[in-house]
């Protein structure tokens, strides 16, 4: 299971969906799989709390089990909390995190660029605020080009088997 993690913007859909598609495993988008009630609030700029993303959180947990167990995936999710992370983790399943970071301003210029989403970029603070780096996984600057980040993910991949 491969989780590629960072606050919005930061481009884990992107990297994502290319890695998922050149290790011919399904992507999920953990944006997808969001409530109504919270997708609204997030429209509304209003950043989301604990409370709000524990049954989220839950319910992706279940799924990495069942996406394991069908031969594994890719998970674009920003999991910007180490209990996140945790939850996430709570299966068991090896997951191999990627951390995608890259400045304020970079993030915040691709989140004003971007269209057809509901996250918008006066939440950015809010996340960025909220991320907890991990202190594992692969961490990559998103300056680098799509290419050289999911080169660079297979690449670590085939050495950690």
Not at 41 to 54: G, I, V
Not at 103 to 122: C, G, P
């Amino acid at each position: 299971m491969i989780i590629v993690m960072g606050v919005s913007g930061c481009g884990k859909t992107s990297v994502g969906m290319q890695l998922a598609k050149e290790l011919n495993l399904p992507f999920f988008d953990a944006d997808d799989f969001h409530s109504k009630e919270h997708v609204e609030k997030m429209k509304n700029n209003q950043a989301l709390t604990d409370e709000d993303r524990w049954p989220w959180l839950q319910g992706l947990s279940n799924n990495i089990k069942a996406w394991e167990q069908s031969g594994g995936a890719v998970l674009a999710c920003s999991a910007l909390k180490e209990s996140y992370r945790q939850l996430l983790s709570a299966s068991e399943i090896p997951i191999f995190w990627v951390f995608l970071y890259g400045s304020f301003d970079l993030i915040q210029h691709r989140l004003e660029q971007r269209t057809h989403h509901y996250m918008s970029s006066t939440l950015l603070q809010s996340q960025m605020d909220t991320l907890e780096i991990p202190n594992y996984g692969l961490h990559l600057d998103v300056e680098a080009s799509l290419a050289s980040l999911v080169f660079e993910i297979n690449s670590k991949l085939k050495i950690h088997g």
